[in-house]
T-cell receptor, first 112, second 114 residues
Framework: DAKTTQPPSMDCAEGRAANLPCNHSTISGNEYVYWYRQIHSQGPQYIIHGLKNNETNEMASLIITEDRKSSTLILPHATLRDTAVYYCIVRVAPGSQGNLIFGKGTKLSVKP | SAVISQKPSRDICQRGTSLTIQCQVDSQVTMMFWYRQQPGQSLTLIATANQGSEATYESGFVIDKFPISRPNLTFSTLTVSNLSPEDSSIYLC???????????FGPGTRLTVL
């Protein structure tokens, strides 16, 4: 079973920040938080990952709470093309042989 | 990042037949994964395929139904055998490896069984 809990759906206005929450209260010390998204009819796309520090890349920011039991993915200026299902996944450290276990994700709808 | 292609992109098959899906990667990778995504559902791992060894199947998936080949470090096939309408899904391959921080996914193969 997936180790994360996400709201099933969220709406966001175009141009505004989209904040997607994720609970992972049973995360282990060697597990990272990964975010993927799946745009309709495409394969999942990697967004970002982190261990305990906040991370930022060209796509998004990842905020992880100090106790690491939850995190938030932030899309700073959502566009219509960001409409997708967003998956929060915890997995063992990068470079391991582990695969990804997907939960149900959050369906983000960006509206004009 | 790895560039992954899958063939076919979609197919419609008759009950009782088989479909072989190909996955090609533009670089050598140690591990390849095959996932299934049933309509309206999330992704479920079918098996992990390492080059030179037998694939490792997840609970609920068996080799007779989903035989996998991994002849080299850039290619793998998944066969879905004895098709039934319940096999209608999107099948995706994914690659990862000990030197990568993440996994990359192919575009998927959409299978419809009539």
């Amino acid at each position: 079973d997936a180790k994360t809990t996400q709201p099933p759906s969220m709406d966001c206005a175009e141009g505004r920040a989209a904040n997607l929450p994720c609970n992972h209260s049973t995360i282990s010390g060697n597990e990272y938080v990964y975010w993927y998204r799946q745009i309709h009819s495409q394969g999942p796309q990697y967004i970002i990952h982190g261990l305990k520090n906040n991370e930022t890349n060209e796509m998004a920011s990842l905020i992880i709470t100090e106790d690491r039991k939850s995190s938030t993915l932030i899309l700073p200026h959502a566009t219509l093309r960001d409409t997708a299902v967003y998956y929060c996944i915890v997995r063992v450290a990068p470079g391991s042989q582990g695969n990804l276990i997907f939960g149900k994700g959050t369906k983000l709808s960006v509206k004009p | 990042s790895a560039v992954i292609s899958q063939k076919p992109s979609r197919d419609i098959c008759q009950r009782g037949t088989s479909l072989t899906i190909q996955c090609q990667v533009d670089s050598q990778v140690t591990m390849m994964f095959w996932y299934r995504q049933q309509p309206g559902q999330s992704l479920t791992l079918i098996a992990t395929a390492n080059q030179g060894s037998e694939a490792t199947y997840e609970s609920g998936f068996v080799i007779d139904k989903f035989p996998i080949s991994r002849p080299n470090l850039t290619f793998s096939t998944l066969t879905v055998s004895n098709l039934s309408p319940e096999d209608s899904s999107i099948y995706l391959c994914s690659v990862g490896g000990p030197s990568t921080d993440t996994q990359y996914f192919g575009p998927g193969t959409r299978l419809t069984v009539l």
